[in-house]
């Protein structure tokens, strides 16, 4: 999945923000260093060649020159690319030029004696306008000025130009900088996500049960010292979880092996203390008592040693389903029929045919009802209905409810609610069971549930759902 913002972005939009600011910025300054250079020497060119051709007008021939001789002075400083003028006092020379270049300000700094000059846009037309005042020789070698301002104004079309041209390449050299960081970034984060892209799917295997899989360690950067702490951690995780299912599988076996060895001792014990249960009134009073709690410890290790035979068969992906198409709603009476709980109120069965295991169904709704009797208080009522793919049983107490310190742990092996109910006799795998009961039943992605909450009106409920055409397979059902 490509990301938007992610890092193939960043790090392009990185790249090219450094290689345009680095670009503008170089070629910004060699612009303006440029420029200033072609406008300089263009300025003190023309300014030399004035001055030149001003040393040619000396001495003055007439200290008070009419427009005559001012136009003279201008025909000696103009040339192919300049227009000239020349002013003294009021009169000015009648050659063509454009007067309003020359502003008051620049007259008033040629009169003080300065030569100046200045660059002007008129029109949209790049200008240089330079004046110098003309001086007269004093016998004692000083100088005045003569009251002559001569003014020279040409066109720096050609140097705009040439600084036309500059920037356009400066342009230039910025776009190629653009794409040749665009180019490198792509090589870059290439080099960079593909390492990566590698960790992140050697983590989804990872995450999907491929304990095995390795990185391709190249070099000795950063990120090769993250492949190889990723291979390390894989390995050590590898090494740890072969260890727990190691030990897992030897719990597993242990817990069916001792059942499995119970079950032939307590067959032959049974019916003796059965018989001492039947004799139990004709006994005394203490041996009475003891025959009757040892026959009912009998019975309840012989119902905790049958749960576990049936767990170790759930944790060995033994236990199977024998499905039938039967009508759900004569299940649950038979559950109940049997057991002779005619107190427990069948509200609303409706009449729901499935594709299920029917002893398994009756497993999780007589451990559900029996619960409710024993832990819960009157009535205790069973609802069943339907949909066109499920099956749902509902068990409902008026009892206190579960409390929510135990709602998550009420599903857990060997886990007993003491604080939120009475003390069980059980063996804490009830439940447990039902839920993998409910679990065997699967149709596709549909796989049976079972899950417990309390009832706004008060008392426990737990809701059975099966899927209405569930099938059969697994080990051999024993």
Known sequence: MIRWWGLRTRLLVAFAMLSVVTAAAVAGADY?????????QSQDASVRAMT????????????????????????????????????????RST????????????RQEVGRGHLVWQRVRPHGV??????????????????????IEVYTVRDLLAEQESITELATRSWLIGGAALVLAVVLALVAARGVLRPVHELSAAARRMGRGDLG?????????????VARTFNDTA?????????????KADAQRFVADVSHELRTPLAAVTPVTDMLDEDADRLPDDLGAAARLVSQEIHNLGRLVNDLIEISRFDSGTAALSVDEVDLADVVRATLRTRGWVDVVEADLEAVTAVVDPRRVDVVVANLVGNALRHGAAPVSVRL?????????????????LDPDVLPHVFSRFYKADTARTRSEGSGLGLAIARENAALHRDGDRRGDLTADNHPEGGAVFTLRLPRRARGGGGEDA
């Open 32 to 40: 303006v260093q440029a420029r200033n250079l072609v406008l300089q």
């Open 52 to 91: 030149t051709r001003l040393e040619t007008l000396f001495p003055l021939r007439d200290p008070a020159p009419g427009p005559v001789e001012l136009d003279e002075i201008a025909d000696v400083v103009r040339d192919r690319d300049t227009a000239a003028v020349a002013f003294f006092g009021a009169a």
């Open 95 to 106: 050659a063509h030029f454009p007067v309003e270049v020359v502003t008051p300000e620049l």
């Open 126 to 147: 790049p200008l240089l306008v330079i004046g110098a005042p003309l001086v007269t020789v004093q016998p004692d070698g000083s100088t005045r000025p003569s009251g």
């Open 213 to 225: 899989v390795r990185m391709s360690v190249r070099g000795n950067d950063e990120l090769a010292e």
């Open 235 to 247: 390995a050590e995780l590898e090494r740890h979880v072969a260890q727990l299912r190691a030990m």
């Open 385 to 401: 209905h339907g949909d066109q793919d499920w099956a749902t049983v509902e068990v409902r107490d008026h009892g206190p409810g």
